[in-house]
C-alpha cells in the first residue's frame, strides 16, 4: 500500500526546511508538484526548486498534475470546498496509479499541514497512511520580520480567517488576532482607532515584503502594495497581526 507523507515546507524559502523534511523528500520514491495555472506557475516553481536544492536521491521521481480549480461560485461554500477536495484527491490517486502505485508518495505543503490547510482532509479521502513532516508557518516568520512577540505577557492570541473576521468582528476573547486566509483586506471592516497592524506577504521569499502601523495609517498603504504585488506576480499569499 502507497505511504503518503506530507512535507511542511515552511514559506517557499528552502533555509527554512528541517532536517527531517529534508530526509522525507529524499526517502520518497515520487512527489507530486501541483499546477494551479499561468497565474500561479511560480508556485509550481518554488516546488520544484525546493526539489533540485535538497534532493541527493536518483531514484527520487517528480511528477507535476493540473489542480483542479475550486467553483467559486457555487453559493454554498462548504459544498463548494468538499466537491473541490474530492476532485483534487481523485487527480491524486490517478497520478499515483499512472507512476505504478510507489511505496513512498510525497506532497510539499506551504506552511504546516495542520494549520489552515487542507491537505490532511484531502488525503483522508484516500484512506492511505499518512506520515506529517511539520513546517515553520508563516506566523512565525511574520512575526520575525517584524520582530515582534505574538502574545502579550501571560495573554491569548486568536488564529483566524478573513472571512470569520469580516462576518463576525473583533472576537471577545483576544486582543491579539492573527488573520489569515484573507482576500479581501477584512480589517477595512474594524474601526482603526488604538489598532496596530503588522503585514506581510511572500513571507520567506525574495518577492516578501512588509508594512506595519496603526491601522489608520497602515491600512490604505497595505491595500494598494497588496494590490501592486497580486498585479506584479499574478497571486499574493499574505497574512497580518492585529493588536488593540
Not at 534532493?55 to 483542479?68: C, G, H, S, V
Not at 496509479?97 to 495542520?114: E, H, I, K, S
Request: charged share 20%; glycine share 8%; aromatic share 6%.
Amino acid at each position: 500500500m502507497t505511504q503518503l507523507t506530507l512535507i511542511g515546507i515552511g514559506t517557499g524559502n528552502p533555509e527554512h526546511l528541517t532536517l527531517q523534511a529534508i530526509r522525507a523528500l529524499n526517502a520518497a520514491d515520487l512527489i507530486l508538484i501541483p499546477r494551479k495555472g499561468a497565474d500561479k506557475s511560480d508556485l509550481a516553481e518554488l516546488r520544484r526548486a525546493i526539489c533540485a536544492e535538497v534532493i541527493t536521491n536518483p531514484a527520487t521521481k517528480l511528477a507535476e498534475f493540473d489542480l483542479p480549480v475550486r467553483d467559486a461560485a457555487n453559493p454554498d461554500y462548504r459544498k463548494g470546498v468538499d466537491d473541490w477536495h474530492d476532485a483534487i484527491a481523485a487527480a491524486w490517486a490517478r497520478e499515483i496509479a499512472a507512476n505504478g502505485n510507489p511505496a513512498t508518495v510525497a506532497l510539499l505543503v506551504w506552511g504546516d499541514p495542520a494549520l489552515y490547510d487542507s491537505t490532511l482532509r484531502i488525503a483522508a479521502r484516500l484512506d492511505l497512511p499518512v506520515t506529517v513532516i511539520p513546517g515553520l508557518t508563516s506566523i512565525q516568520t511574520l512575526a520575525a520580520a517584524h520582530a515582534i512577540p505574538l502574545n502579550e505577557i501571560g495573554a491569548p492570541f486568536l488564529v483566524t480567517t478573513g472571512r470569520q473576521l469580516r462576518d463576525r468582528g473583533w472576537p471577545a476573547c483576544a486582543d491579539t488576532l492573527v488573520v489569515m486566509l484573507d482576500g479581501g483586506c477584512a480589517f477595512q471592516t474594524l474601526p482603526p482607532d488604538g489598532v496596530t497592524i503588522w503585514w506581510g506577504a511572500y513571507m520567506g521569499m525574495t518577492e516578501e515584503i512588509i508594512h506595519s502601523g496603526p491601522l489608520a495609517d497602515a491600512g490604505p498603504r497595505i491595500i494598494a502594495t497588496r494590490a501592486a504585488a497580486r498585479a506584479q506576480h499574478g497571486w499574493i499569499m499574505d497574512i497580518y497581526i492585529l493588536r488593540r
